[in-house]
């Protein structure tokens, strides 16, 4: 079984070692763009081995399927229970025969792990990541292999084959040129070395994945890649566009609710009792005045400016509009600004339907008891 749980936290690290200049977020968000390719090519790779395997392999081989949790239970992360872990550090340098019989040798011993550097050099990461799917699925065996360049550099190993022995996540040993675990514990039990010598040692033909991938990242134009998520930003957006209102009115919105149930706290006392109403407003004001405009009518426009100008200085105005125009991105949302000299927020479709807004424009304000929503004829 490939597992790529290393892989992830690689790429962890590789963003807090990368350098301040830029934010996190841009770094992030460059990365994931960069590797796109890779991840797609990842994910076909998969889904053809996956179809291929569906019709050829037979499965006898594999464990009993643990029940899945239920979709109510929150996904847990994975944690690391093994007391003992062998990590048997490899690479492609060993010939691939060697590499498939390591898979078949610990098939089922969970407490080993093959550990590789990083994947061939101008070989792309997913066709890496497909070779060793293919040997698991070829020998039928679920040893764990991780890509983890961390391991290498913790255990200061840049030659193979060696194994690194942990106990309670803290290293025992280091035995180098021997992938047997028999062996290097027979060694260590005899020698009580923390670094062991036992074999030959070859070249590592993969470099550091971390560094690899810092090169990558660092021939990226962030500048370029920030202009472009810009650009693109309103033509994702799904605005809610309302219709004008034609006519004045204001309507009333009772926020109460009628309790199901008795609501209890966790030493049993009773909070409220089924069939009580609560109404939010008794135990929090709301302070604020909501002007809902369609931004490119500039009778609203005008509408937003004098309800900031005439209740700004007591109340917390704000305004939202129901939709910008795309063609003029981000420039024509900072005139809307400017003009009206006040910040401006998208309509999200949770507050519409919350105050249950049907037209703009719309103001909507509260007493101690209801909601009202103020419709403005044009």
């Known amino acids: ?50 179809d291929f395997t569906l019709r050829n392999e037979d499965f006898s081989y594999l464990k009993q399927s643990q029940p899945l949790a239920s979709p109510l239970e929150a996904p ?30 610990y098939d089922g011993d969970e407490s080993v792990e093959l550990v590789f550097r990083g994947v061939p050099e101008d070989m792309p ?23 983890n360049p961390v391991v290498f550099e913790e255990a200061g190993v840049d030659q193979v084959p060696a194994i690194r022995k942990l106990v309670d996540q803290k290293s025992v040993y280091l035995a180098k040129g021997t992938t047997s ?4 514990d027979e060694a260590f039990a005899r020698r009580k070395e923390p670094v062991l010598s036992l074999g030959p040692l070859v070249e590592i033909a993969e470099r550091d994945l971390i560094e690899v991938m810092k090169e990558r990242l660092a021939k990226v134009d962030m500048e370029k890649m920030k202009a472009r998520a810009l650009n ?48 939010p407003l008794d135990m929090r004001p709301f302070t604020q005045r909501l002007v809902i405009i369609d931004p490119l009518d500039p009778q609203q426009v005008a509408l937003a400016k ?14 939202i509009v129901s939709r910008v125009a795309r063609e003029q991105g981000w420039d024509g949302f900072a005139a809307l600004q400017n003009e009206i000299d006040h910040a401006a927020y998208v309509l999200r479709d949770d507050v519409r339907s919350r105050f249950a807004i049907d037209f703009v424009p719309s103001v ?15």
Do not use: C
């Open 76 to 105: 847990k992360p994975p944690v690391d229970t093994r007391k003992v872990v062998y990590q048997i550090l490899v690479s492609w340098s060993l010939g691939e025969a060697e590499i498939k019989q390591l898979l078949q040798n």
């Open 1 to 50: 079984m490939v597992s790529l749980r290393a892989v992830i936290g690689v790429v962890a690290l590789l963003f807090a070692t990368l350098s301040a200049a830029d934010s996190a977020v841009e770094q992030e968000q460059a990365a994931l763009e960069h590797f796109a390719a890779d991840l797609k090519e990842m994910q076909v790779s998969t889904k053809q081995q996956v």
């Open 125 to 147: 990461f997913a066709l890496a990541l497909a070779k060793l799917q293919r040997l698991s699925l070829e020998t039928k065996t679920k040893t764990s292999v991780l890509i």
């Open 181 to 184: 675990t028999a062996s290097a």
């Open 306 to 319: 004098k309800q900031v100008a005439d209740y700004g200085a007591k109340q917390n105005v704000v305004v």
């Open 364 to 378: 909507v304000t509260a007493d101690r008891h209801s909601f009202y929503i103020e419709e403005f004829a044009p």
């Open 232 to 279: 693109t930003f309103w033509d994702k957006q799904t605005f809610a566009e309302l219709p004008r209102a034609t006519r004045h009115r204001v309507r009333a919105l009772d926020p109460t609710v009628l309790v199901p149930a008795d609501m209890t706290a966790a030493d049993g006392t009773v909070i409220h009792k089924a069939g009580d109403r609560i109404n």
